[in-house]
């Protein structure tokens, strides 16, 4: 133990100057993690294509033994790097998550299946929150949990609502399972979203007088920040691409653009965490309309080099959370000051844990089978098989429930109590277990459940008619006639189309007004920039 003594006295300094305390904190701080980053990156790679394992759960178990090592060289005295900080995740490493996902989603998929994403991830998100909060004001008091008011009732069905699509798409396959990969991708962000939107909804509201009012209320203000934060993203996205369109950055330089890409999603963000929005839905939507214009009116070099620049971001700042959340696991302080028996934690523990499965096994069973009512072609209904994949590939809960607890029960409230820091304990455990057990299981159960006993099948594009079908439909056949007779055919009510096939019909519609309005304005695909020197540039000049 001798040999520790000096790292000791790095991390609980006793009698130095300030400034050079901070200084050596932060870089032994900023070491630690960087080295953690390093190790996490190289076995992760020697991981690649483990059924157990993945990069999620190497992170968090890299940063559960970097915090013993802490603890042991600190023998068991607080230290400062092992404390959660919201700001940190909701400010900096959230935005880069959330912004990739809808910058490399891939948008025939994701809006092919837009219908069921919106209704698990919105609707399912309502039904999960419902349930656990109801469930928690039931079962904690017959616990011994006494100190809780409503507000953190359903504060905690909001934040044991947000899966963690983190670690839930490293384990599933866009090309073996495009049609799940999707599906929960889609679900687990709009989840999320939902889930912040209802916190801080629950937030907004006085539940002192509580009466019929209340929840129509809850709902005015749900809807209000979901479709207010999508159209700011919305609005940000189209501007950026009408600036780079308009103003041809690539002609002087191209690292203006890139920077312009760069700091456009986070303006939006920050804009909308100023106006008290949904960051994480102006964000996300903020990448998917960049992607759609602004990214295909920059230089070709600018493409390649913001595409790998925003994943690599992504994927450090994702590493980084997990490491992060495993450290903080081991912060003491937490964990002294609930004075709860190991039985009350476990109890509640186990109580939260239920309440999840519960949760999203009746918004995913019950949504999928009245999907499946409704539809007529047996290949877009959701099998039991892909419903149980579904239900839980979504039961991981990662740094979303970590940030939003640590909000409701750490330093929102006047008066702490020793419940409160139970319920932040419990939620680690249960971020824990959900993380390293059911995160471990999923790419063992859905090759034993899905790929071993999937039948051939064809492409979905032969069961969904294409554009040229559906123009058909519209537009031509007005015009054509009856086989063997003089009679015009009806044209095809746009109505009957849209009852059909609607995904198909908006998809129709959407790119006609797409062609026809926004792209002459705003770019996208097709648009080519003029860029002196370039080779079209050139042949432009010399014809």
Not at 281 to 307: A, D, K, P, Q
Not at 433 to 458: D, M, N, Q, W
Request: charged letters at 15%; proline letters at 3%.
């Amino acid at each position: 133990m001798a040999a520790l003594e000096p790292i000791r006295r790095i991390l609980i300094p006793t009698g130095q100057d300030s400034l050079s305390f901070l200084s050596t904190y932060t870089i032994i701080a900023l070491t630690v993690f960087f080295a953690l980053l390093c190790a996490c990156i190289i076995i992760g790679h020697l991981l690649e294509g483990n059924r157990w394992a993945n990069e999620s759960i190497t992170a968090l178990l890299l940063g559960l033994c970097a915090g013993g090592v802490v603890l042991l060289v600190s023998k068991s005295r607080s230290s400062h790097l092992l404390v959660f900080s919201e700001d940190l995740f909701f400010l900096y490493l959230l935005p880069p998550i959330i912004f990739n996902a809808g910058f490399q989603v891939k948008k025939k998929q994701f809006f092919k299946n837009f219908t069921t994403i919106l209704l698990f991830g919105v609707f399912g998100t309502i039904i999960s929150f419902c349930i656990i909060s109801s469930g928690a004001f039931l079962l904690f008091k017959r616990i011994g949990i006494s100190s809780l008011n409503v507000k953190d009732y359903l504060a905690v069905g909001a934040i044991l609502s947000a899966t963690d699509s983190v670690c839930t798409l490293q384990v599933l396959n866009q090309d073996e399972t495009p049609f799940l990969y999707s599906t929960v991708f889609g679900e687990g962000v709009v989840n999320d979203a939902t889930s912040i939107v209802l916190f801080n909804s629950v937030q907004s509201l006085d539940f002192s007088n509580i009466d019929a009012g209340t929840a129509l209320k809850l709902l005015w203000t749900f809807l209000y920040l979901f479709f207010t934060s999508t159209a700011l993203g919305i609005v940000v996205g189209l501007t950026s691409a009408y600036i780079i369109k308009t103003l041809y950055f690539g002609r002087h330089s191209t690292d203006r653009e890139v920077a312009l890409m760069m700091i456009m999603p986070y303006l939006s963000y920050m804009l909308a965490e100023l106006l008290n929005l949904s960051g994480i839905l102006t964000v996300f939507f903020c990448g998917i309309v960049m992607s759609h214009y602004t990214w295909h009116n920059v230089t070709e070099s600018s493409r390649i080099t913001t595409m790998h620049a925003f994943a690599t971001i992504s994927f450090i700042a994702e590493t980084f959370i997990f490491i992060y959340v495993g450290m903080d696991v081991l912060d003491i302080d937490k964990w002294r000051s609930s004075s709860a028996s190991a039985g009350t934690s476990i109890a509640v523990s186990s109580t939260l844990l239920a309440l999840v499965l519960i949760g999203r096994a009746a918004f995913v069973f019950s949504i999928s089978n009245i999907k499946n009512l409704v539809e007529r072609r047996e290949s877009t209904k959701i099998e039991f098989r892909k419903q149980f994949i579904i239900w839980w590939a979504g039961l991981m809960r990662g740094a979303v429930t970590i940030a939003l607890t640590y909000s409701q029960f750490a330093d929102s409230k006047e008066t702490s109590t020793k419940d409160d820091a139970l319920m932040i304990t419990s939620t680690i455990i249960v971020v824990l277990f959900s993380t390293v057990v059911f995160g471990s299981i999923t790419k063992p159960l859905i090759e034993a459940v899905l790929l071993r006993h999937s039948k051939p099948s064809t492409s979905d594009a032969a069961d969904v008619p294409s554009l040229e079908d559906l123009q058909l439909l519209l537009i031509e056949n007005a015009d054509s006639t009856e086989q063997g007779n003089n009679q015009p055919v009806p044209k095809r009510s746009s109505l009957r189309l849209l009852i059909s096939h609607p995904t198909t019909t908006v998809h129709y519609y959407w790119r006609k007004f797409d062609d026809k309005f926004m792209r002459p304005v705003f770019g996208g695909r097709g648009f080519v920039p003029f860029v002196p020197g370039s080779p079209s540039g050139a042949a432009d000049e010399t014809s």
